[in-house]
């Protein structure tokens, strides 16, 4: 049972429009939520996150949403660049006690942006 | 700037054999982890440990065992490996509630 969902195994843009990541949810005692980016042959990165007690979080060219009563965020980057191509896995996790590092992870997002 | 080192990289195994994969962390983080990442499945939590002496289970462990006697090592060792184990394994070291700092990533066939 997939708690974590990205549903689009890939996406497209041109350079400098906006690109948009989206990730379903189905575990309610997930309370922080996270984006982690991965360039080939390396380890993933933490890229952005938001608290469950929030619906938006800016970090410059990105920008988190979440929509609790959905159960869905999605990832927005404007202007989006070429250097941003990888693979991008949306993360959930309970972060309370010693649960906080246990993430639960989506099957990630090609993001390919052409120039 | 270390932070999280795998080994090896690479490595190719015959049904039934064992090894290590090796991950050391110079963060003083006390809470680690194992992922294997495979195609379609994103990244699944194998073992994780929240100190030293300390460890549990994750999402997928079978066939694999981990111990943690230091703050700054904690190993994967596969029993007896399978074809199924072929994979991608990450190590992370936690920095705060969903931090985590990755290794390079070790790679795994099993024949």
């Known amino acids: 049972d997939q708690q974590v969902k990205q549903n689009s195994p890939s996406l497209s843009v041109q350079e400098g429009r906006i690109s948009i990541l989206n990730c379903d949810y189905t575990?309610?005692?997930?309370?922080?939520f996270l984006w982690y980016k991965k360039y080939p042959a390396e380890g993933p990165t933490f890229l952005i996150s938001?608290?469950?007690?929030?619906d938006k979080n800016e970090d410059g060219r990105f920008t988190v949403f979440l929509n609790k009563s959905a159960k869905h965020l999605s990832l927005h980057i404007v202007p989006s660049q070429p250097g941003d191509s990888a693979v991008y896995f949306c993360a959930a996790v309970n972060a309370g006690g010693t649960s906080y590092g246990k993430l639960t992870f989506g099957q990630g997002t090609i993001l390919t942006v052409h120039p | 700037n270390a932070g999280v080192t795998q080994t090896p990289k690479f490595q190719v195994l015959k049904t039934g054999q064992s090894m290590t994969l090796q991950c050391a962390q110079d963060m003083n983080h006390e809470y680690m982890s194992w992922y294997r990442q495979d195609p379609g499945m994103g990244l699944r939590l194998i073992h994780y440990s929240v100190g030293a002496g300390i460890t549990d289970q994750g999402e997928v462990p079978n066939g694999y065992n981990v111990s943690r006697s230091t703050t700054e090592d904690f190993p994967l060792r596969l029993l007896s490996a399978a074809p199924s184990q072929t994979s991608v394994y990450f190590c992370a070291s936690v920095g705060g509630p969903g931090e985590l700092f990755f290794g390079e990533g070790s790679r795994l066939t099993v024949l």
């Open positions: 575990n309610s005692m997930f309370d922080y």
């Open positions: 938001i608290s469950s007690i929030k």
